[in-house]
Nanobody, 123 residues
Framework: QVQLVESGGGLVQAGGSLRLSCAASGRASSSYWMGWFRQAPGREREFVAA???????VYADSVKGRFTISGDNSKNTVYLQMNSLKPDDTAIYYC?????????????????WGQGTQVTVSS
């Protein structure tokens, strides 16, 4: 089992930046993909970004060019740098992990999830 803990959420004005962190513990070595998803009120959870152990990155079209996913293997931590934030980015952001061979953009492929961190972007 892998435990994931997110941090770094908060309130920011449109155009601002935030950096989310996701610290993994437990059997972190069993994870191949580390992903970020988000869920806004009344909306389905959606894929944001993912990074593999071989540093392959995948982004949702809605965040390309604004968000950057990165990782520090020595700390078992994944980051999501969010720039040029928009009110539509307001959501609870979740970190998740998936094994090798999983489709990185599909939430059903992820078997470990964090508790989420709230990101609110004011206009």
């Amino acid at each position: 089992q892998v435990q994931l803990v997110e941090s770094g959420g908060g309130l920011v004005q449109a155009g601002g930046s935030l950096r989310l962190s996701c610290a993994a513990s437990g059997r972190a070595s069993s994870s191949y993909w580390m992903g970020w998803f988000r869920q806004a009120p009344g909306r389905e959870r959606e894929f944001v970004a993912a990074m593999s152990r071989s540093s392959i990155t995948v982004y949702a079209d809605s965040v390309k060019g604004r968000f950057t996913i990165s990782g520090d293997n020595s700390k078992n931590t994944v980051y999501l740098q969010m720039n040029s934030l928009k009110p539509d980015d307001t959501a609870i952001y979740y970190c998740a992990s998936a094994r090798m061979g999983s489709p990185a953009t599909r939430d059903y492929a992820y078997n470990n999830w964090g508790q989420g961190t709230q990101v609110t972007v004011s206009s």
